[in-house]
């Protein structure tokens, strides 16, 4: 009983995915009841998650999928930030279809399709369901991306995205051919009882998980992987960025964090290499960020920044009691701040995305001061400035690498957070100390604003949260 | 005798990426990246005959459902460009730069 309810939420949300795509058929279904029943499924797995709970590592089903399903406390925080990000992506694409005008029923179910990949990916302990999983969240999501046929960037942005997607699944895949060879078995518990039991690595372990790697850190935008990034946050729409931008990253360090802790010696081992990667991901992130004159593609650029600090967080976990408590709090903070600043470009991008760079937010405090406010708040939380969430999300980060002695890793990342300053407080200065310009009339259902306000008090909350307890 | 498939599993790979890298046809690269799949599936039916288990065997199996997905995925993609541009040279699209 307890398994099933384990995955539950999984259920519910394969469930919503398969009903949407059955009542795509019907003419007569319009395309906002099919973002009220996605927000309700994803409501509705939300909470069944948050009741469940998960307690300690659970193998579920364990006869049935020969335990290759794990859950624990770490899985859930996953899930629940999964379900969250795809409860307020559905409201703000609600809102954003009002006036972009491609959307059909299929997005609601392809999205929902995303998050169970994405759920499955945070629970898989084996490396072949983790490549089916991460196939079917890739394969979701490089449709999103694509979804406006009409438009030549965002066609664009799927061809960059799925070239490259699938180059990174090819390696994926010879990796766990690799492991296989190495090891005998695709299993984490197995291999970790292989490394512990032959002190010297194995070439084909080794070169396994290098291309394993490989193809996570291409996931994540990490430093040598993060060309692709950029382009096609830029091309897809905003609604879509926003959630590959946070539910996307969230599954991935969840399997990513698994992996790497499944045994002391495979974490060992990759430190150094760890280390330079998040490093060069951090200052290379900023470097290109900076640059921008694109909001979106400057939350893309931010987004290498912060997938450079959750990589510092990986250097830093222990694999003797490894809880992935941090990892998890980063990743609410983050996807929060992120969701909510892509919820509010959403309703204030109008038609065709018109406002989309820097200058075209001038102003804005003095027409909608209410929502300069919201992206205020967000900017600071993404930067970091306490009382917000992302403050102590990199409190958090910061404290953990010292205390794993990476006191080099640490000033590393509070350098570069000061750095990111530069980018956030750039948008704020556009909004508060210039004229307006335009007018920032908007159109469409009032569901992206409320999800935005709504994403203000969670930032507090979250913020909060751990002083309270 | 295990070890001649092993190498030609690696050779069909490093074809596959250098295919990616250097072809400038859309169609070509994404047949480079099934031939890197199928290595990766030699690499499982080899390693399945040398630890003497069926278990490669499925996996591979499993690996030629994601790529036959990916495959029918790839290529609407390839028709929606086709449309587009007339053309599937990589270079023709390069809209989102900077």
Redesign the interface.
């Known amino acids: 009983m307890h398994d099933f309810l384990s995955i539950l939420p999984l259920l519910i949300i394969v469930g919503g995915a398969i009903l949407l795509m059955l009542l795509s058929a019907f003419e007569k279904v319009q395309v906002e009841i099919a973002s009220f029943i996605s927000m309700a499924f994803f409501a509705a797995a939300f909470f069944v998650q948050l009741l469940v709970g998960c307690g300690p590592e659970t193998v579920v089903f364990a006869k049935i999928f020969n335990g290759m399903l794990v859950t624990s406390n770490f899985t859930m925080v996953g899930g629940l930030i999964i379900l969250g990000c795809g409860f307020f992506t559905a409201m703000s694409a609600h809102s954003y279809f009002k006036v972009n005008l491609f959307c059909t029923l299929e997005f609601y179910c392809m999205m929902m399709f995303a998050a169970c990949g994405m759920l499955l990916l945070t629970m898989s302990q084996e490396l ?1 369901s983790a ?2 999983a991460l ?1 079917i969240m890739s ?1 979701s999501i ?2 999103l991306v ?1 979804y406006d ?1 009409a438009n ?2 965002a ?6 995205y ?2 490259l997607g ?2 990174a ?3 994926f ?2 990796g ?3 492991i ?2 190495g090891t ?3 299993k984490f518990a197995g291999i970790a009882t292989m490394i512990s039991a032959t002190p010297a690595a194995h070439p084909f372990l080794i070169a396994g998980s290098f291309f394993i790697f490989a193809a996570l850190l291409f996931k994540v935008a990490a430093f040598p992987f993060h060309a692709w990034v ?2 096609v946050y ?2 897809a729409s905003t609604p879509v960025t926003g959630f590959m931008a946070t539910a996307l990253k969230t599954a991935v360090f969840v399997v990513f964090a698994n992996f790497l802790a499944l045994s002391a010696g495979m974490h060992s081992s990759w430190i150094t290499f760890l280390f330079w990667v998040s490093v060069l991901t951090m200052f290379g992130g900023n470097l290109v960020a900076i640059g ?1 004159s ?1 909001l979106k ?1 400057m939350l893309a650029a931010s987004g290498i920044v912060h997938s450079g600090y959750l990589l510092i967080a990986l250097v830093a976990i222990s694999t003797d009691h490894f809880t992935g408590s941090v990892i998890g709090y980063y990743l609410a903070a983050y996807a929060v701040g992120t969701l909510g600043i892509f919820a509010a470009l959403s309703y204030l991008g109008g038609k065709d995305e018109k406002r989309g760079t820097f200058d075209d937010f001038k102003g804005l405090a003095q027409v909608r001061p209410y929502s300069a406010a919201a992206i205020t708040v967000f900017l600071l939380s993404m930067a970091g400035i306490p009382p917000t969430a992302g403050f102590m999300g990199k409190f958090y980060i910061i404290t953990s690498a010292i205390s794993a002695g990476q006191t080099a890793l640490a000033v590393l990342g509070v350098i570069s957070s000061i750095l990111s300053m530069w980018y956030y407080l750039r948008l704020v200065i556009n909004m508060y100390f210039y004229e307006a310009e335009d007018s920032f009339e908007i159109a469409g259902s009032p569901l992206a604003t409320a999800g935005t306000f709504v994403l203000v008090v969670c930032v507090f909350a979250i913020g909060l949260y751990p002083i309270i307890i | 005798m295990i070890q001649h498939y092993l190498i030609l599993s690696i050779i069909l790979f490093c074809l596959g990426i250098l295919g990616v890298i250097s072809r400038r046809n859309v169609f070509t690269v994404f047949m480079s990246i099934e031939l890197m799949l199928n290595a990766a599936n030699l690499a499982f039916i080899t390693f399945s005959r040398l630890h003497l288990s069926m278990d490669g065997q499925v996996l591979a199996l499993l690996v030629m459902a994601v790529a036959a997905a990916e495959a029918a995925l790839a290529l609407a993609v390839v028709i929606l460009l086709h449309k587009h541009k007339g053309n599937l040279d990589t270079n023709v699209f390069s809209l989102l730069k900077g």
């Open positions: 072949i490549f089916i196939e394969l490089y449709i694509g046929r030549v960037t066609t664009e942005a799927i061809l960059k799925l070239m699938a180059f699944g090819a390696f895949t010879m766990t051919a690799l296989y060879g005998g078995t695709t950029i382009d830029d091309g921008q694109s593609r």
